[in-house]
Structures are given as structure tokens and as C-alpha cells.
Nanobody, 126 residues
Framework: VQLQASGGGLAQAGGSLRLSCAASGGTFSTYSMGWFRQAPGKEREFVAGISSSGSNTYLEDFAKGRFIISRDSAKSTVYLQMNDLKPEDTAVYYC????????????????????WGQGTLVTVSS
């Protein structure tokens, strides 16, 4: 499966951005999807994930209450709605796909994901 992330850009603190990740070349409904981010000089970290069935989501603590992950099977696209952005959210955001054995699983480790998009840069100014 190929993944194309988009929607990054410059936002002010307190603002919002919506990232999109379009999947192609695979059966979207069989993939759990995740968002990761990597800030300059830091390791890649998990942000949010959604199961292939869409029934389960998991957000890292820093994302809870501010970010929402969702998926649209008709468009083979996963979204990350980011609200109340903070300067520390500045990073390159990557989407990833995995095919776990159960549709309810939300992988949270980067090593679990087999497919990655190219990344989209989010910059939050104070």
C-alpha cells in the first residue's frame, strides 16, 4: 500500500490543522492506521492510531483532548484533526499502515507498521 500524507503547514499556537493520509494500492479496510511525529533532534514518537475496523482508537497522552483520529473507508483516507496546537507539536508527521491479525488492534510501536508515508511538516508558532 502507498501512503500520501498532506495537510501540514504553519499554524499559530491555539490554532488547528487537519492532516490527511490517502492510501492506495491495498485494501484499506484491512489496515490499522497510525500517526507518528518526529521533531528535530528527537526520536519518532507515536501520536494516534485507529484500528482497521475503526472501532478502536488510541492517542498518546499529549494528544488526548486535543487531537482526533478518524478514517473514511470510502476515501481510503485517515485524518488527524489537531486542535489547540502548541509550539511543541512542531514536527514532521508521518502516517503508517499495518495489517494486524485482529481488526480491533491499534498498534502503537513504529516497528509494528510496515508501510509509511513521506511525512508532512507541521510548524506551530508561539
Amino acid at each position: 500500500v502507498q501512503l500520501q500524507a498532506s495537510g501540514g503547514g504553519l499554524a499559530q499556537a491555539g490554532g488547528s490543522l487537519r492532516l490527511s493520509c490517502a492510501a492506495s494500492g491495498g485494501t484499506f479496510s484491512t489496515y490499522s492506521m497510525g500517526w507518528f511525529r518526529q521533531a528535530p533532534g528527537k526520536e519518532r514518537e507515536f501520536v494516534a492510531g485507529i484500528s482497521s475496523s475503526g472501532s478502536n482508537t488510541y492517542l498518546e497522552d499529549f494528544a488526548k483532548g486535543r487531537f482526533i483520529i478518524s478514517r473514511d473507508s470510502a476515501k481510503s483516507t485517515v485524518y488527524l484533526q489537531m486542535n489547540d496546537l502548541k509550539p511543541e507539536d512542531t514536527a514532521v508527521y508521518y502516517c503508517a499502515a499495518d495489517q494486524p491479525p485482529l481488526g480491533s488492534i491499534v498498534p502503537v510501536f513504529a516497528s509494528h507498521y510496515d508501510y509509511w508515508g513521506q511525512g508532512t511538516l507541521v510548524t506551530v508558532s508561539s
